[in-house]
Structure formats: structure tokens, C-alpha cells
T-cell receptor, first 114, second 117 residues
């Protein structure tokens, strides 16, 4: 069964550093998403991406965040200057036609900011 | 605005017993509702979904959920728990400003299910 692949599975970074979280969506999917889950809290929507542009973003997705599809396979989330409160599990998801019921999630990247 | 409340952050049942995980939602539009499961070190896997068709929805691994509009509930059940059901379960509702079937997911806090032998 096709999978969404996220790398790395765990990343530790120092406060103020830039991090890039990587995702390889399912190959025929056209819509891409990032969600995050701070430990003990809800999974929260960050951003959706279609046709090389952001289609929707949440209040969490401020200027320190950016997304990119640098080539035909990767979808990245960049955090420019990490803060302690960015420590969370970050999930990538993709869907073929943008249907909210058609998501496939990756296994997540645990980001720890120290 | 849409929201989801999951009652009970941790539920423990004996193997073979009924599993009942509670979810209540709030939505200003006809809701799409979902249950996801997360096994340790894995991603979120869709268990089942309600998208305005039959109110009793059957999913994978013997789980089912019933949409009750009058109670704004979408509780997840399984008649007989198995050890392999131990995981974290998330209820979600469609959010966002899209019409049709698009949008994003608004999750509850999750319920961790433990199954005792």
C-alpha cells in the first residue's frame, strides 16, 4: 500500500536554528498538508498546499513557517528560527483530490527544540 | 466553528469486553466525522468516516461508529476488544472554509485505549 514517508523520525535542534522537515507524499496525490501535535495536546492543522501554493493555513502557521515542493517528490516544512514551543510531532499528509476523507498520513517527525 | 471533544483521555478494558470511546462534536455546517487510530511510532490511520450517508458507519478491525445528530455524538465501538486494539484513538471533524469535500481536520485530544489480558 502506498505510504507517505517522513524524514527524519526524530530531530533535535537548538533554539533559534532553522529546521527543515521532509515528506514524500504518495506519487499521484496532488494535495499536501502539515499538522502538528504538541505533547499531550490535540493534533492541529498547520497548512494545506496545492498547485505549488498554499491553499489554506491556520493561525499557527506564522511567518516563521514556510512550505515548499522543491521537486516532483518532496514536500518540506521549514521553521526559520525555532522556539522551545515548536517542540512537537509534525505529521505530513497527502490526498489525491483534496477530499478531507482521503488523507494518508505519514508516521511523523518528532522535533525537539532545546 | 467546528470542534471535537473526546471524553476520557485513557480507557482501559479487558480483552473480549466492549470498547466504547466517546466523541462529541460541534459544527456549524453538516459535519464530516472521522476516527483515526495511532499505533506507537506510526502515523494516523483512518478507521472510519461519516460523510452524510448511513448514520451507522463500519470501519476496519471490527470498529463501528454511529452518527447521532440530536446528541451531536459520534462514539466509536467494538463489541469485543483484542490486545492488538491497544492504541491512541482520535476523533476528528472537518473544518476549514472549503465547500464540498475539501477542508482540513480538527482533532480531539485523543483517547488512549489499553486492553488487559
Amino acid at each position: 500500500e502506498p505510504e507517505v514517508t517522513q524524514t527524519p523520525s526524530h530531530q533535535v535542534t537548538q533554539m533559534g536554528q532553522e529546521v527543515i522537515l521532509r515528506c514524500v507524499p504518495i506519487s499521484n496525490h496532488l494535495y499536501f498538508y502539515w499538522y502538528r501535535q504538541i505533547l499531550g495536546q490535540k493534533v492541529e492543522f498547520l497548512v494545506s498546499f496545492y498547485n505549488n501554493e498554499i491553499s489554506e493555513k491556520s493561525e499557527i502557521f506564522d511567518d516563521q513557517f514556510s512550505v515548499e515542493r522543491p521537486d516532483g517528490s518532496n514536500f518540506t516544512l521549514k521553521i526559520r528560527s525555532t522556539k522551545l514551543e515548536d517542540s512537537a510531532m509534525y505529521f505530513c499528509a497527502s490526498s489525491e483530490m483534496g477530499q478531507v476523507y482521503g488523507y494518508t498520513f505519514g508516521s511523523g517527525t518528532r522535533l525537539t527544540v532545546v | 466553528a467546528q470542534s471535537v471533544t473526546q471524553l476520557g483521555s485513557h480507557v482501559s478494558v479487558s480483552e473480549g469486553a466492549l470498547v466504547l470511546l466517546r466523541c462529541n462534536y460541534s459544527s456549524s455546517v453538516p459535519p464530516y466525522l472521522f476516527w483515526y487510530v495511532q499505533y506507537p511510532n506510526q502515523g494516523l490511520q483512518l478507521l472510519l468516516k461519516y460523510t452524510s450517508a448511513a448514520t451507522l458507519v463500519k470501519g476496519i478491525n471490527g470498529f463501528e461508529a454511529e452518527f447521532k445528530k440530536s446528541e451531536t455524538s459520534f462514539h466509536l465501538t467494538k463489541p469485543s476488544a483484542h490486545m492488538s486494539d491497544a492504541a491512541e484513538y482520535f476523533c476528528a471533524v472537518r473544518g476549514g472554509n472549503y465547500g464540498g469535500s475539501q477542508g482540513n481536520l480538527i482533532f480531539g485530544k485523543g483517547t488512549k485505549l489499553s486492553v488487559k489480558p
